[in-house]
């Protein structure tokens, strides 16, 4: 299975970026999948963003987040997405894609819940 984040950049900020993850592998049925954004500075734990049930009916954002990010997905071309807009300084990150198996969680927040991560993204937003 392999996960290929893109999109990442410099961006002033308030500016806006869009994320894509692009999923593949033979026997990996992306559509069974709960899919997220985490982000993980230097040294530090990854950061939960925000995560996408397998149909895209359930979505969850941290707080720090909410209302300024959007998680899609598109099951048909195996990609998921995170439309970042009013980014800010301290969103500078690196961004990493994350897909988790069916749970009784539609929306998982917890890292060691996804199996299978992107090589991540890197997102600067300057002031």
């Known amino acids: 299975v392999q996960l290929q984040a893109s999109g990442g950049g410099l961006v002033q900020a308030g500016g806006s970026l869009r994320l894509s993850c692009a999923a593949s592998?033979?026997?990996?049925?992306?559509?069974?999948?709960?899919m997220a954004w985490f982000r993980q500075a230097p040294g530090k734990e990854h950061e939960f963003v925000s995560a996408?049930?397998?149909?895209?009916?359930?979505?969850y954002y941290a707080g720090s987040v909410k209302g300024r990010f959007t998680i899609s997905r598109d099951n048909a071309k195996n990609t998921v997405y995170l439309q970042m807009n009013s980014l800010k300084p301290e969103d500078t990150n690196v961004y990493y894609c994350?897909?988790?198996?069916?749970?009784?969680?539609?929306?998982?927040?917890?890292?060691?819940?996804?199996?299978?991560w992107g090589q991540g993204t890197l997102v600067t937003v300057s002031s």
């Open positions: 994350a897909a988790s198996p069916p749970t009784t969680q539609a929306t998982p927040r917890m890292p060691s819940l996804y199996d299978y």
């Open positions: 592998g033979r026997t990996f049925a992306f559509s069974n999948y709960a």
């Open positions: 996408i049930s397998w149909s895209g009916s359930s979505t």
